[in-house]
């Protein structure tokens, strides 16, 4: 089992930053451990992920905006976001894969099995 509990969303305006946080705790050892984000009406998308030896994939729309990267020693991921632009409002969620494989994949919801409850990003104009 896994429990993911994201943080660190808000409000501000373009060109603003934040940086999200998820904390994993539990037993299974994670392969992958993502973010995505989801905006009303619309469907989860993947915006960046990690792999279990530190390689990293972006979407199209957040490279060379978004970081993502971990800390084993507080079993934390993160997302740094600069540049923020109000398309990229949405509700924010950290994921886990636990079985193995699946990097070719790793930005499709699909391929993770433990999900935390998202925390909201609101970037305004």
């Given at each position: 089992?896994?429990?993911?509990?994201?943080?660190?969303?808000?409000?501000?305006?373009?060109?603003?930053?934040?940086?999200?946080?998820?904390?994993?705790?539990?037993?299974?050892?994670?392969?992958?451990?993502?973010?995505?984000?989801q905006?009303?009406?619309?469907?989860?998308?993947?915006?960046?992920?990690?792999?279990?030896?530190?390689?990293?994939?972006?979407?199209?729309s957040v490279k060379g905006r978004f970081t993502i990267s971990k800390d084993n020693a507080v079993n934390t991921l993160y997302l740094q976001m600069n540049n923020l632009k109000p398309e990229d409002t949405a509700k924010y969620y950290c994921a886990a894969r636990t079985r193995v494989g699946g990097w070719g994949l790793a930005l499709s919801p699909d391929l993770y099995n433990y999900w935390g409850q998202g925390t909201q990003v609101t970037v305004s104009s």
């Open positions: 089992q896994v429990q993911l509990v994201e943080s660190g969303g808000g409000s501000v305006q373009a060109g603003g930053s934040l940086r999200l946080s998820c904390v994993r705790s539990g037993s299974t050892d994670s392969t992958l451990m993502g973010w995505f984000r905006a009303p009406g619309k469907e989860r998308d993947g915006v960046a992920a990690i792999s279990r030896d530190g390689s990293t994939t972006y979407t199209d």
